[in-house]
């Protein structure tokens, strides 16, 4: 009786690939061993060069989606890779903990709908409290993910950005800036969000574009002291009437005074057909044209000094409700002639002070309209639309109103329509050393022309940073305002805040300072040195993105900076050219005062979409997050698709199912390829140290197709290096993929099957250079594997490899990266390879023709070819005969006169014709039966659980009938060996035999039996 399998003792061995299974017990490895820290401390004392690295720290205000890990895939992905290089790179984990997202998760948390309610029921403490807690809860999602994953980054490490040590090493960068004078407060119209109540940066606006409804209203405005003249205006923010203080025309623009029935109206000249059309007024004619500058200092009527007092007030003043002149003014669209909003618009703002027409923004922080605004008060800024609207139709100034749908800049945290307005902010003041920026931002890296043209488009419209937030969990801003004189001063550490802190006023005691942040350093008082007066701290704290900005000096010692920044590679989402990569680069040109970036290379990645494309969202439920997905599917398949499905500035479609076909056949194959080889090396005790591919070479026991799969590894060596530098990781991935499956699986075993199946004493040093020869070449390929799926790479390393040899490292990251070994390269070789291949394939597809199946031999191929390829073919006849199962091949150059055609099948393959001979003899007929058994035998026994070395006592095979019983007979002794079993019996029905247990099968359309024991 054969020996079961038994199955704690070598329990992979008969395991199909089970990844799941894997890469727990690999966690566990590594976890165990400590391999990620060791390392990092191995790469830190033995190393070829040091490359920085600074984490993109996500936000922990969520939990990581299938984007955030694309992300975090390449960034393994190379740092495993420049490790086994033998680089040292600082993979230290960071996370921002700071900002708007932050908050606005505790508020959803809280259940509060907005700031004042915030401050109110739950006070800044307790909410600066809440921050931190939910950071922590996101942090151990993220962590998780991570581990899941399968990350190697060092989180002993890792920085947090609301920590006082960080905050005041990033107001180093304030420092700095309030040296060169880039730093300063100003009045300036910027993107508010009501809901979020505080104002955007640039960069962020940039984030949300959606299409809102917005009412399309056009109107008029009459022109002062004559009756029936109108400006004709158009707007989709009716609300910015209210705060209208001028009209604006472009001055070398011609323009029209349109007569419609008794009035007279004025727009652009080009405009009048189409806006008559669109207004459907069809009878009008053009009373006079002139020249838009013609029309300036005209005094139009404001229509609501009725009901708004103040405008009453404003109109007195001079350039007040008048035309202006302005080069932005648009006369392709609209009418041509646009009203200004100073207090609503970033032009609008621009044209008041340069005619010093006052700033009039009757807003709160909740963009509600205050008493400034008369009878408008009270009234949320897009809630005015409709008053707006009725009053312009009960003065009889409306021509036309209808809802459009269009493209508007919404927050991209909360989704509210953003608002412009004027208002006192803090500003860094780039666009004054925006050349530096530019400059910097020409020498880095970024693989590709698309992100990269976007991002350098980006950094040259040159606007001031806005980085003050009305907010509470931020970077305070550590400037302090003197009530009495005005005077300013910024302070840059803990240390200095203490020292010049004057106490309470009520208490008489130091104030205490607990941590860098609101509401505790808005208690520290300081005495101006100017005019003796207290010193406020402005209320301020800084844009989350100057936070992350700072990571590279504020994560770092001033020693680590100086060694590893700038860093050598960043790799994050295409929107951050808009966000981190942007704030990087400013602060670090701020910092320095060089025109340098912070990084050398940054690789920007496109976004994750769901299977059929559709971004993903909260609202339509198709967030795919990390940890959910891992708990069900193998982390290395998804590393494994993410990189291979598309280019890394490609959106990605995520759809695990199409992961789940080719690319877990890929890391399939990978498994068995080893099981193939441990299994057969185990049988002949194969000892590596001893039968090294070096011992195969000198003892000239490598034939033609070792030599060309050695070939073709050291070119897939080449590629997937060469890919891995430019960033083309899909492209890598596809040269492994083709390599495992193609080259040794699908076209390498085959060659070589048959010499292993035999326990021929005679050729054992030939098997054995086989083995050496699929050892080295799966163990080169595990090393290229590693940085893409490195669960099965290391299970494998350790299961197949350092069983047999306990002098490898302990883990495959110890390993070095492969080098092309020019000795093994043989172009020619991979030439005449290539034409093999192409005719055997083209046997294949005759046989198709012909219904014959490959394990059928049969009688005699004719391949017709060009002559070199006729010489190279006949170079590997006996490889021909075997991968085609053919007796005999002929080889020849020319079609002869009468080429047969009865009994022949012929297929052609790009230059190649292959004629098979389809008559089968009793001798072809049994062998081909034979061949079919023995593999219904094989995956009978793979079935029960033998191991496939195992030799077993009888196999029985009824139920054939007389007739395939004759057949089979010739060819018993060849089948017990392929099957590996002492004998084989050929029964013609069902013979009597009481131990045995029966399977049953079917034999083209007819059921046998077969048994094994
Ligand atoms: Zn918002
Ligand atoms: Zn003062």
């Given at each position: 009786m054969a020996i079961k399998f038994e199955a704690d003792a070598k329990k992979w061995l008969t395991m199909s690939y089970r990844p799941l299974e894997i890469e727990s017990e690999i966690r566990d490895f590594w976890e165990k061993n400590r391999i990620a820290d060791k390392l990092m401390k191995l790469r830190e004392r033995e190393n070829v060069g040091v490359l920085g690295y600074v984490e993109g720290p996500p936000t922990l205000n969520g939990v990581p989606h299938i984007g955030h890990a694309r992300g975090r895939i390449m960034k393994d992905l190379r740092y495993r890779w420049k490790s086994m290089q033998g680089y040292y790179i600082p993979f230290w984990a960071g996370w921002d903990c700071q900002g708007l997202p932050v908050e606005l998760e505790v508020e959803r948390m809280l259940g509060v709908k907005n700031k004042r309610e915030l401050l109110e029921r739950v006070g800044e403490e307790r909410f600066v409290e809440e921050c931190k807690k939910t950071i922590m809860k996101y942090y151990e999602h993220w962590r998780e993910a991570d581990r899941k994953l399968g990350l190697f980054m060092n989180y002993d490490r890792e920085y947090r950005t609301y920590l006082d040590s960080y905050i005041e090493r990033e107001w180093k960068y304030l420092r700095r800036a309030w040296e060169q004078g880039l730093l300063g407060e100003g009045y300036y119209v910027v993107a508010y969000c009501p809901g979020c109540q505080t104002s955007l940066s640039n960069a962020e606006v940039g984030l949300g574009y959606e299409e809102v409804e917005d009412p399309s209203l056009y109107f008029k405005f009459r022109v002062e002291e004559k009756e029936n003249e109108y400006f004709l205006i158009w707007t989709t923010m009716p609300f910015t009437i209210v705060t209208d203080l001028m009209i604006a025309v472009h001055p070398s623009a011609e323009y029209a005074k349109v007569k419609i029935g008794e009035e007279f109206w004025i727009m652009a000249r080009q405009r009048v057909e189409p806006l008559m059309h669109e207004l459907k007024i069809e009878d009008y004619s053009i009373a006079e044209t002139f020249l838009g500058?013609?029309?300036?200092?005209l005094k139009y009527e404001f229509p609501f000094k009725d009901l708004i007092p103040k405008q009453a007030e404003l109109d007195r003043l001079p350039n007040v409700h008048r035309v202006v002149c302005e080069d932005f003014v648009d006369v392709n669209t609209a009418t041509g002639v646009v009203h200004l909003s100073p207090g609503n618009g970033e032009e609008d703002f621009e044209a008041a002070v340069k005619r010093n027409v006052p700033i009039y923004v009757p807003f709160d922080d909740e963009c509600n309209f205050t008493?400034?605004?008369?009878?408008?008060?009270?009234?949320?800024a897009r809630d005015a639309d409709e008053k707006v609207i009725e009053g312009l139709r009960k003065r009889g100034l409306l021509v036309h109103v209808e809802k459009v749908k269009h493209e508007y800049p919404t927050c991209w945290r909360s989704h509210h329509k953003l608002i412009w307005l004027a208002r006192r902010e803090y500003f860094l003041w780039t666009n004054k050393i925006n050349e530096k920026i530019v400059e910097a931002a020409e020498k880095?890296?970024?693989?590709?022309e698309g992100p990269k043209n976007r991002f350098l488009a980006f950094l040259k419209e040159a606007k001031p940073w806005c980085i003050s937030r009305e907010r509470v969990w931020g970077t305070p801003l550590p400037v302090w305002v003197c009530e009495k004189c005005g005077h300013k001063i910024l302070v840059s550490s803990k240390k200095e805040i203490l020292e010049k802190a004057i106490p309470d006023p009520a208490t008489g005691e130091k104030p205490k300072l607990p941590e860098l942040h609101k509401p505790w350093i808005d208690r520290i008082y300081f005495k101006c040195e100017k005019c003796g007066g207290k010193m406020r701290r402005e209320p301020y704290v800084l844009d989350t993105w100057h936070n992350s900005g700072a990571s590279p000096y504020a994560r770092f010692t001033d020693e680590e900076f100086e060694k590893f920044v700038p860093v050598d590679f960043l790799v994050e989402a295409i929107d951050q050219t808009r966000g981190w990569a942007n704030t990087l680069l400013l602060e670090h040109v701020i910092l320095t005062g060089k025109p340098e970036a912070p990084y050398k290379a940054f690789l920007f990645y496109g976004f994750a979409l769901d299977a059929k494309g559709r971004k993903m969202s909260k609202s339509l439920g198709n967030v795919i997050e990390v940890n959910p997905l891992l708990e069900k599917n193998s982390a290395d398949l998804c590393r494994f698709y993410i990189l291979w499905k598309c280019s890394p500035i490609d959106s990605m479609n995520f759809d695990i199912e199409e992961a789940k076909r080719r690319p877990y056949q890929v890391l399939s194959t990978l498994y068995h390829l080893h099981r193939f080889l441990y299994q057969n090396a185990e049988y002949d005790r194969f000892d590596p140290k001893k039968h090294s591919l070096e011992w195969a070479e000198h003892n000239n026991l490598l034939k033609a197709p070792e030599r060309w799969l050695l070939s073709k590894l050291q070119g897939t060596i080449e590629e997937v290096n060469r890919r891995f530098e430019t960033c083309e990781f899909n492209f890598a991935v596809s040269a492994l993929e083709k390599f495992i499956v193609d080259n040794v699986s699908r076209e390498y075993v085959p060659m070589i099957r048959r010499e292993l199946w035999t326990d021929d004493p005679q050729t054992l040093n030939r098997r054995l250079a086989i083995y050496a020869t699929l050892w080295h070449v799966l163990k080169t390929s595990l090393l290229l594997f590693n940085p893409v799926t490195p669960f099965i790479t290391e299970f494998l390393y350790q299961q197949a490899f350092r069983a047999f040899d306990n002098s490898l490292p302990e883990s495959i990251n110890f390993e070095k990266w492969p080098i092309p070994e020019e000795r093994f390269k043989n172009h020619q070789l991979e030439e005449e390879f290539e034409l093999l291949m192409k005719a055997i394939s083209g046997s294949y597809t005759a046989r198709q023709a012909g219904k014959l199946k490959r394990r059928w031999p049969l009688r005699k191929a004719v391949v017709i070819a060009p002559e070199k390829a006729v010489k190279s073919l006949e170079k590997f006849r006996g490889l021909f005969l075997e991968l085609a199962n053919v007796k005999e091949v002929e080889f020849i150059e020319k079609a002869p006169e009468n080429l047969p055609t009865e009994n022949w099948v012929s297929a052609t393959e790009e230059g190649i014709q292959v004629l098979l001979d389809t008559r089968r003899d009793k001798m072809l007929m049994g062998e081909g039966l034979m061949r079919d058994l023995a593999r219904r035998i094989q995956a009978l026994r793979k079935e029960l659980g033998f191991v496939p070395t195992e030799i077993l006592n009888e196999a029985h095979v009824a139920m054939l009938g007389p007739e395939k019983v004759n057949l089979l007979n010739p060819f018993l002794e060849e089948m017990a060996e392929l099957v590996r079993v002492k004998k084989v019996y050929v029964h013609p029905d069902k013979p009597e035999i009481q131990a045995l247990k029966w399977h049953q099968y079917e034999l083209n359309g007819e059921k046998i039996l077969i048994a094994i024991t």
């Open positions: 500058k013609e029309l300036e200092g008493g400034e605004a008369g009878e408008f008060s009270g009234l949320f880095v890296e970024y693989f590709y």
